[in-house]
C-alpha cells in the first residue's frame, strides 16, 4: 500500500509569489490534514479537510487556505508569500476523521526568497 | 485553545540509559495523547498514544504514562540505542468540528551516544 505522497519535495519561491502543494494520502484515507514545521515553532495545525469539507483551521492567516478532491487528494495554497512562511509543509492522512492515527507524508520544503 | 508544553528541548544520554521526556497540556478537553518520532530528514512517526481513560501504556522499551488530574504525560525510552536518536514530538488532541485537533509540543531532541 502507497504512502502518503506529497509534491514537491522542495520549492523555492519568491516573496510576493503564491504556491500551491499537493497531498496524495493513503488510498481509502479520508481525512488530510496539513501541518507547518519550523525549528522555532515545532509542529503546527493548519487545516483539516474531509469529505471535501474543511472540518478544522488552525490559526493561520487568510493567506493559507486549502481544498480536497473527491479522491481525497489535497492540495494547500500560499498567497503573498512571505520570508517568514520559509517551512517544512507536511500531510497527514486517516482512514476517517474521528480515527485518531495519522500518517505522516514526506512533506514539501518550502524557502521563501 | 489548547497549550502543550514539552521539555527537555534536548536530552542527552548514554547507550543503555533511560529516557524521559515530559509533556504538559492545558486544555482538560484534550483526551488523546500521541507520540510521534521524526529522525533527521523523514516524516514524523507514530510511536505510541495513550487515551485518557488509561493511566499507562507499554509497548517494549517505550511506555507512556498520563495523569489527567496534574495534566501532563510522559514518554519513557528504556534501555536506550543509537537508534533511538531523533526527535519526539508529543501531541494532545480534543474533538472539535466533528474531528480531532492536535496540538503539539516543540520537540524533544534525543541523543544516545554509543
Known amino acids: 500500500k502507497a504512502g502518503v505522497t506529497q509534491t514537491p519535495r522542495y520549492l523555492i519561491k519568491t516573496r510576493g509569489q503564491q504556491v500551491t502543494l499537493s497531498c496524495s494520502p493513503i488510498?481509502?484515507?479520508?481525512?488530510v490534514s496539513w501541518y507547518q514545521q519550523t525549528p522555532g515553532q515545532g509542529l503546527q495545525f493548519l487545516f483539516e479537510?474531509?469529505?471535501?469539507?474543511?472540518?478544522n483551521k488552525g490559526n493561520f492567516p487568510g493567506r493559507f487556505s486549502g481544498r480536497q478532491f473527491s479522491n481525497s487528494r489535497s492540495e494547500m495554497n500560499v498567497s503573498t508569500l512571505e520570508l517568514g512562511d520559509s517551512a517544512l509543509y507536511l500531510c497527514?492522512?486517516?482512514?476517517?476523521?474521528?480515527?485518531?492515527?495519522?500518517?505522516f507524508g514526506q512533506g514539501t520544503r518550502l524557502t521563501v526568497v | 485553545g489548547e497549550n502543550v508544553e514539552q521539555h527537555p528541548s534536548t536530552l542527552s544520554v548514554q547507550e543503555g540509559d533511560s529516557a524521559v521526556i515530559k509533556c504538559t497540556y492545558s486544555d482538560s478537553a484534550s483526551n488523546y495523547f500521541p507520540w510521534y518520532k521524526q529522525e533527521l530528514g523523514k516524516r514524523p512517526q507514530l510511536i505510541i498514544d495513550?487515551?485518557?481513560?488509561?493511566g499507562e501504556k507499554k509497548d517494549q522499551r517505550i511506555a507512556v504514562t498520563l495523569n489527567k488530574t496534574a495534566k501532563h504525560f510522559s514518554l519513557h525510552i528504556t534501555e536506550t540505542q543509537p537508534e533511538d536518536s531523533a526527535v519526539y514530538f508529543c501531541a494532545a488532541l480534543a474533538r472539535g468540528g466533528g474531528s480531532y485537533i492536535p496540538t503539539f509540543g516543540r520537540g524533544t531532541s534525543l541523543i544516545v551516544h554509543p
Open positions: 488510498s481509502g484515507h479520508r481525512s
Open positions: 495513550i487515551r485518557s481513560n488509561v
Open positions: 497527514a492522512s486517516s482512514l476517517w476523521t474521528e480515527n485518531t492515527e495519522a500518517f
Open positions: 479537510y474531509f469529505s471535501e469539507t474543511q472540518r
